[in-house]
Each structure stands twice: as C-alpha cells, then as structure tokens.
C-alpha cells in the first residue's frame, strides 16, 4: 500500500470513528433556550407583541419530524413544566410551535405573567434533562 492509500485509509478511520462518537451521543448537553424578546420586567402596552425565541447548541425541526439533537419550541405563558415524560399540553397555557417557528405575535390580558420556553421533541415530550429558558415576568397595564 503506498503513502497515499495509507493517508486516505487513516482519514476514513478517524471519519468514522468520529461520526459514531456523534450518534452514541443522545444527550443535549449545554442546549439552552431563552427568550430574545420581551425582556423581564418588560411592560406591554396594549397585550400585544412578538415573542421572539431563542436556542443554542440544538437545532430546531418541526413537530413528527425526528431528527437527533433537534426539537421545537413550546411556550409556557402562566405554567409550570409538564411532569417528566409527559406531553407538553396544547391550550391558551401552553402553546406550540410545531412548524418550526422561532417568533409569534401573541397577546396577554391585562396583569402580571410569566413565560417560559422549553424545547419538545417530535411528540411534544421535553427534552430528558429538560431545555427550558429562564422564565421571565412580564406586565400588561390595565
């Protein structure tokens, strides 16, 4: 085998033996999400704004599309985290960006609310450990 055969055979080794350290890691460790927009303490005249989402050292694919290292966002408005395991709910409390969607225009009643973002997988399951944004506190005047 000459010195080129043996360069090229090496390469494709450390390839591989790379790409299988890759897929024997299921863990997101150091993903986080957070939210670019409102900030806490944000006051929100009217209720209405773009809640502009965030997400680092993960990828964003849409709901039933399962994809490694990949999940879709789910809002939090006035709620705690589902219990480990569970699906994340679809209602006003609870919503879901399936499509991929990394900014919506939402509204807030008057009052004082707290949003959280936290990461689903393909069936709407957080993350194990879970993804989730520091949750902030924002203020719609009466």
Not at 104 to 113: C, Q, T
Request: a neutral charge.
């Amino acid at each position: 085998m000459n010195r080129f055969c043996c360069i090229v055979a090496a390469s494709a080794f450390i390839a591989l033996a790379a790409n299988a350290a890759t897929s024997a890691e299921t863990s997101l460790e150091g993903a986080h999400a957070y939210i670019i927009w409102p900030m806490d303490g944000a006051v929100i005249p009217g209720g209405k704004f773009w809640l502009r989402l965030g997400l680092s050292g993960a990828g964003v694919a849409p709901a039933g599309i399962n994809k490694p290292n990949t999940g879709h966002h789910h809002v939090l408005i006035d709620a705690d985290l589902p219990p480990p395991g569970e699906a994340i709910p679809n209602d006003k409390k609870h919503l879901h960006f399936g499509a991929g969607q990394t900014e919506a225009r939402i509204e807030l009643p008057p009052g004082r609310h707290t949003i959280q973002l936290v990461l689903g997988d393909a069936d709407h399951i957080p993350h194990n450990p879970p993804i989730v944004s520091k949750k902030i506190t924002v203020i719609v005047p009466q």
